[in-house]
């Protein structure tokens, strides 16, 4: 079964930092495009990152120079380090797949709560 | 960046009958070297993630029902439910996928009549 499940969100600080993981199952994400998408509460869908399969980052500018997307091939799972956090980036947040491949699967998110 | 403009914002449809919903590009998401528009189309009901509708503007993902459907080309994009079912009742979201950043319309709030 293909399968992305996040983890790693919880209650921070403002301030504060995280690290979000995508664990990746039935998908090599080293052989897809994985973006990191979020959502506010009672908000749209707001695109965060992206990794290529190439490795070539990308950030929305509003989490640009703060967040940093990563990969771990040997453990087929995607990180998102979320640093300096405020309230603004209180969401669930979601890993999935570019849908250009076979591989097209959303995870359930995780929840990140910014407060003090 | 391509702006995704949705509308309407809110749409309410009788049961049975026909739902459209319009998604608008700022700039051509025709990747000329495929021929492919990279434009997806999402369903989220409250309390769970996005769900896949359709991609490549017009394919259908596998497991969707074939009363929905899109269609569209140059800029302007639809997604259309040809029976509306009181399951379908969600908000839809298109996302461009050819440009970083892969931007996503509003929403689009259906709801029943």
């Known amino acids: 079964e293909v399968q992305l499940v996040e983890s790693g969100g919880g209650l921070v600080q403002p301030g504060g930092s995280l690290r979000l993981s995508c664990a990746a199952s039935?998908?090599?994400?080293?052989?897809?495009?994985v973006q990191w998408v979020r959502q506010a509460p009672g908000k749209g869908l707001e695109w965060v990152s992206l990794?290529?399969?190439?490795?070539?980052?990308h950030y929305a500018d509003s989490v640009k120079g703060r967040f940093i997307i990563s990969r771990d091939n040997s453990k087929n799972t995607l990180y998102l380090e979320i640093n300096s956090l405020s309230s603004e980036d209180t969401a669930v947040y979601y890993c999935?797949?570019?849908?250009?491949?076979?591989?097209?699967?959303w995870g359930q998110g995780t929840l990140v709560t910014v407060s003090s | 960046d391509i702006v995704m403009t949705q509308s309407p914002d809110s749409l309410a449809v009788s049961l049975g009958e026909r739902a459209t919903i319009n998604c608008k590009s700022s700039?051509?998401?025709?990747?000329?070297?495929?021929?492919?528009?990279?434009l997806a189309w999402f369903q989220q009901k409250p309390g769970q993630p996005p769900k896949l509708l359709i991609y490549w503007a017009s394919t259908r993902e596998s497991g969707v029902p074939d009363r929905f459907s899109g269609g569209g080309s140059g800029t302007d994009f639809t997604l259309t439910i040809s029976s509306l079912q009181a399951e379908d009742v969600a908000v839809y979201y298109c996302?461009?996928?050819?440009?970083?950043?892969?931007?996503f319309g509003q929403g689009t709030k259906l709801e029943i009549k």
């Open positions: 996302q461009q996928y050819l440009s970083v950043p892969y931007t």
């Open positions: 700039q051509s998401v025709l990747y000329s070297s495929n021929n492919k528009y990279y």
């Open positions: 039935g998908v090599n994400i080293n052989k897809n495009d």
């Open positions: 999935a797949t570019r849908p250009v491949t076979n591989s097209r699967v």
């Open positions: 990794i290529f399969d190439s490795g070539s980052t």
